[in-house]
């Protein structure tokens, strides 16, 4: 009896240790999601879309932008900390002194996006690659700080080398590859008017989500010419086995219709099902991290295998590192350089 209530006693303790340790980690998780939301306040990520706005944009087509400000990288606190050392950009990121950010609002269906652009601050006109990044539902500033981020830490390096990048936030309403995808179609109408935009060469680059929402650019548009995709899933329910938390957590909250057509949604946004519907003209890179723990390499493999069926002209880039490249940022800037320097 004495060694039955020494286990039971061991378990609980174990439970409340385990307990404790995922309370912590969650609620520090979403200190610090809190904390950079109230850092963001008063800056020129935290201007808010109006019902004046709205009246404003009653007669702007799809794409048409509304207003663009300048964004001074030192004030999103958030992101300057990560980049810099002593109020001055680290030496990694010390590029970024030619590059102009800037936040937009623009029109796509009936509503207004935010969206973010990079351009180089020297004359010209430039190829454009629309950039897709990965994540779901963020809104307003937090929204608009995630894309930025993203775009510095995952792209920015093309904007050094004459390409100017300009990446939608995703509409609000999230739906993960719904018609939030118009948000990513609309913008090859916006670069018709930015001057440094050349709108006949238009590349597009997507990662994780956002590889998703590349894939279906290219079934759904004939104006990207080449296309780079990162640890992007290709097939939705292969991703759901893998990672369960998936399937209640983003899905079935973000996907409209998904507890009565789960099959059909899921299906609808993996490549997997419809590669052959893919622009036969565009050409694209793949782009899978071996040791990615967040999307299964073989996701990488399975729509590989799948273009080589349909004679599809694209390239498979396989690299020992995770997710995001983190330990690979060199190379993956290397991979991306070359793949749009040949074919955009």
């Known amino acids: 009896m004495k060694i039955l209530k020494r286990i039971a006693i061991t378990i609980s303790v174990l439970t409340l240790s385990g307990t404790l340790f995922l309370g912590l980690k969650f609620g520090m998780r979403y200190y610090k999601s809190y904390q950079n939301e109230e850092i963001l306040t008063n800056t020129i990520l935290d201007n808010e879309i109006s019902s004046s706005d709205y009246t404003k944009a009653e007669r702007l087509k799809n794409g048409q932008i509304l207003s663009k400000k300048i964004i001074n990288l030192s004030e999103i606190l958030p992101i300057w900390t990560t980049i810099s050392e002593n109020d001055s950009l680290l030496h990694a990121y010390k590029y970024l002194d030619n590059i102009n950010f800037y936040v937009i609002v623009y029109k796509s269906d009936l509503l207004l996006v935010n969206g973010i652009i990079a351009e180089p601050k020297k004359e010209g006109r430039f190829p454009v690659i629309i950039f897709n990044r990965g994540g779901n539902k963020e809104i307003g500033k937090v929204a608009k700080a995630k894309t930025l981020y993203s775009l510095i830490t995952t792209a920015s390096k093309l904007a050094d080398e004459d390409y100017l990048l300009i990446a939608s936030c995703y509409r609000e309403e999230d739906e993960i590859g719904g018609d939030d995808l118009n948000d990513v179609l609309n913008l090859t109408e916006t670069i018709k008017s930015i001057d440094k935009a050349d709108a006949t060469r238009i590349g597009m680059y997507g990662w994780s989500r956002g590889g998703m929402m590349t894939y279906l650019s290219l079934k759904n548009s004939t104006k990207i010419k080449t296309a780079v995709v990162g640890n992007g899933p290709s097939d939705l329910e292969a991703l759901i086995i893998d990672r369960p938390e998936m399937d209640s957590r983003v899905c079935a909250k973000l996907i409209p219709e998904y507890d009565k ?19 036969k003209n565009a050409s694209l890179l793949i782009l899978c991290g071996t040791e990615d723990e967040q999307v299964h390499p073989n996701q990488a493999d399975l729509i590989a295998h799948k273009l080589e069926e349909i004679n599809y002209d694209f390239k498979l880039e396989k690299v020992k590192t995770d997710h995001t490249f983190s330990n690979k940022k060199e190379e993956l800037n290397r991979l991306l350089l070359s793949w749009f320097k040949e074919n955009l």
């Open 261 to 279: 057509n789960k099959t059909k949604e899921l299906q609808k946004r993996s490549v997997i099902n419809w590669a052959d519907e893919l622009d």
